[in-house]
């Protein structure tokens, strides 16, 4: 419990890019404004108009890390890394339809997925998700080898590490200019709002009207 903050003091845990950018509308609805800019400053703890207020700056995939283990009070994190995480410590008040897209299975244009699926093949499955492509395959009954990823995935199935690739898609696009089509949707993806446990008893006062205030202004 060394993490947490004085009562008063709030963290928030948000990832740069567009978690950052889209979090910012809702800060302004809870009248938090963000008074740097992590794109210019290599500063990882920024301040805000609420001298109680700061946001600290972690990769996407840390943030339930942060927020689990208290360092951080609440964070801003996509479905995709809370299933990756599992969410122990952690509370989900709110999804925040933000930074939408969908979780996909995607093959090189040319290569017959649903044969290689009929005809039971052994696929081997690139991913920086490997707990959400485990349990789609075993659901399907699909027998897989997943090979761990940390990013650019599209290139996996290009260079034949693996048959297919999970990853997000958004427009398309990466797909499209990689020569990869996507043949199944695994499940839609938006960020969500998280809070640690022990600070929403400790804190309620200082964090129910940001999630209030968060809830309203995600619902517009
Ligand atoms: P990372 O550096 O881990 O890739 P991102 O900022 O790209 O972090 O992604 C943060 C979250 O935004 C992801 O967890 C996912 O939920 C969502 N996301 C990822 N890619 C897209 C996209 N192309 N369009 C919309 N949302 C996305
Ligand atoms: C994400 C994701 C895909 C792409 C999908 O990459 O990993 O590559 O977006 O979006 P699209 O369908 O609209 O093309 P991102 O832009 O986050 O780049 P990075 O994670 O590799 O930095
Ligand atoms: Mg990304």
Redesign the pocket.
Known sequence: MSGFQANSQLILAL?K???FEDTLPLLEAAGITVTENPETSRKLILSTNDPDVRVIIV???DVPTYVQHGAADFGV?????LLEHGGEGLYQPIDLNI???RMSVAVRNGFDYETAVRQGARLRVATKFVQTAREHFAKKGVHVDLIKLY?SMELAPLVGLSDAIVD?V?TGNTLRANDLKEVEAIMD?S?RLIVNQAALKLKRERLQPIIEAFERASKK
């Open positions: 990832s890019g567009r978690i990769r996407a995939t994190a996509g479905k995709d890394v930074a939408a897209c990013g997000v958004s993806i960020s």
